[in-house]
Each structure stands twice: as C-alpha cells, then as structure tokens.
Nanobody
Framework: QVQLVESALVQAGESLRLSCAAS????????MAWYRQAPGKQRDVNQR????????????NYADSVKGRFNISRDDAKRTVYLQMDSLKPEDTAVYYC????????????????WGQGTQVTVSS
C-alpha cells in the first residue's frame, strides 16, 4: 500500500514549503499534484481544486491563481514532491492535499492513485 504524508515548513519572510513524501511498495512515481479545498466547501474530493501538477518528466502546470507565486518540484530519490508557496495571499487559505496519479507499484503495471491526509494552510490578511 502507498502512503502520502504531507508536511509544511514556514520560511522566513512568510513563504511556505509543503512536502509530500510517498512510502510503500513503489516501483515508479508518475505524475504528482497538489490540490486545495477552500473553507466552506464540503469535504469531498470533487470540491478540491488543482493547484499544480508535475509529471515524471518534470513538466509542470499551474492554476492561473498561483502562477508566478508557487513552484512545484520533485525529488525522485526521496520520493517527495514539494510546493514552494511565495507571496501568499489570504485567498490561498485552504486545506492542501497531495495526490499521486497512477503510482506504478511493480513492473507488471499495477498502479495506485490516492490522496494524502491534507494539511491546513492559513494566510491572514
């Protein structure tokens, strides 16, 4: 079974870096993404908005609202994906979730997709 564990690190100057570490029986990690769920929305995966995604080739894309402020990266040796969040705004307040898409479990092609537990990010005005 695969587990995604998220953590947050506050950096001087009010930036934040989220980390998502994958563990378990993993052959290869493919695309990884960060989603967020804003306050007031129902706790439903369909209420989560894509923030950023990175493929196993390293290409990435972002929601328009975070372009130029957030940066997604990955360290495959550590099986970890990061979200560097700069110039934070109150509207970035949300629960942030890591998502693993078609994590390859073995060479035969078995895959797993799933979510981390979520981490709260609160930006005050």
């Amino acid at each position: 079974q695969v587990q995604l564990v998220e953590s947050a690190l506050v950096q001087a100057g009010e930036s934040l870096r989220l980390s998502c570490a994958a563990s378990g029986s993993i052959f290869r990690i493919n695309s990884m993404a960060w989603y967020r769920q804003a306050p007031g929305k129902q706790r439903d995966v369909n209420q989560r908005d894509l923030v950023a995604l990175i493929t196993n080739y390293g290409s990435s894309n972002y929601a328009d609202s975070v372009k130029g402020r957030f940066n997604i990266s990955r360290d495959d040796a550590k099986r970890t994906v990061y979200l560097q969040m700069d110039s934070l705004k109150p509207e970035d307040t949300a629960v942030y979730y890591c998502y693993g898409d078609d994590v390859l479990l073995d060479p035969s092609g078995s895959t797993w997709s799933g979510w981390g537990q979520g981490t709260q990010v609160t930006v005050s005005s």
